[in-house]
């Protein structure tokens, strides 16, 4: 089994700088930390985690604290922190809050107990609960912005925008709306921006709220069987733009032959329903990236500022809209 000095030799420092590289402290370069980590990886070096946890305080882990698992837009960003923690040494215990305030407290009370270092965390509800507001470790949002935290996600109102453009650019100027939770200013920032992009020339027919979990409620199905001269569908998200081409197909109504739809994020599925679904595309990896390194930061200076980034999205083009 190889040993921290095997470690030092192989990548040429000293037995103080891998431990140094190894338990993220800052008076290493990076260059030199990636020497360490890749020399560590190719020997098959495991630190002992209890050990290193007694000398310095620190476990090396790390809490992700996610809504909805069964949502294929949280398991792809619970890959890309994993992805990245791997990277720099961390280890990441995960939370499916299940959409609800009192899993979430409770998985962040259990990974406070579990010590620890930082937490990685996209918020159920637009307001953070009493018992977070002074939660004792270092905290990045994803996904969800509030006050007062350091916060990594997209640009939601571009997203809009550029869906806005893409539909006038079809020839669509009369839409329906599947709108995300009016609770959730992700949601709310995509139509929004949707709907400000070009009002003198956008029509709404119409406008449903559907959670983020695609279930329609009867409003959303009337809806979409009415249409009411709607050409084009907007949903808040994929999950609920692929509910409501399942429900359309369902009865008879063929997309993009009768009517077109549109989504937001680019999960998986997006690319394997029929038909394949144009949408907005979110940069995943890159939200992943930066809230691990964001909350490395954050770890190793508790007083560190607090930065919002606000990452661009782009369009994907794919079978779900038809030009008129």
Not at 207 to 217: A, K, T
């Amino acid at each position: 089994m190889a040993t921290i000095k095997d470690v030092a030799a192989k990548a040429g420092v000293s037995v103080a700088t891998v431990s140094n590289a190894l338990t993220g402290k800052k008076n290493v370069s990076p260059e030199v930390r990636r020497r360490v980590l890749a020399a560590a990886k190719t020997l098959g070096y495991r630190p002992h985690r209890a050990a290193q946890a007694m000398r310095t305080g620190r476990t090396r882990a790390i809490g992700l604290v996610l809504p909805d698992l069964t949502n294929p837009f949280f398991s792809q960003l619970a890959q890309a922190v994993e992805n990245q923690a791997r990277k720099s040494g961390l280890l990441v215990f995960l939370v499916d809050s299940q959409d609800r305030q009192g899993e979430e407290l409770d998985g962040l009370t259990r990974l406070a107990q579990h010590g620890v270092d930082g937490v990685i965390w996209c918020p159920v509800g637009s307001r953070v609960p009493a018992p977070l507001r002074t939660f004792d470790r270092p905290v990045v949002l994803i996904d969800r912005p509030r006050p007062g935290f350091t916060v990594v996600h997209s640009n939601n109102r571009m997203g809009g925008q550029l869906l806005a453009k893409y539909a006038l650019q079809q020839g669509h100027s009369r839409v329906g709306l599947l709108s995300g939770p009016r609770n959730l200013a992700s949601a709310q920032q995509r139509r929004d921006g949707f709907v400000a992009a070009f009002p003198d020339r956008m029509d709404i027919a119409w406008e449903v709220r559907v959670g983020f979990d695609g279930i329609l409620p009867r409003e959303a199905r009337e809806a979409l069987l009415r249409r009411r001269g709607a050409t084009l569908l907007v949903a808040g998200n994929d999950v609920i733009a692929i509910s409501a081409v399942r429900f359309l197909a369902e009865h008879k109504v063929q997309v993009p032959g009768d009517v077109s739809i549109v989504g937001f994020d680019d999960i998986s599925w997006a690319r394997i329903v029929t038909p394949r679904l144009t949408t907005i595309a979110q940069p995943l990896v890159a939200i992943g990236t930066r809230a691990v390194e964001l909350l490395e930061e954050r770890m190793a200076d508790a007083a560190a500022e607090r930065r919002t980034l606000e990452l661009n999205v782009s369009l994907i083009e794919r079978e779900s809209v038809k030009s008129i």
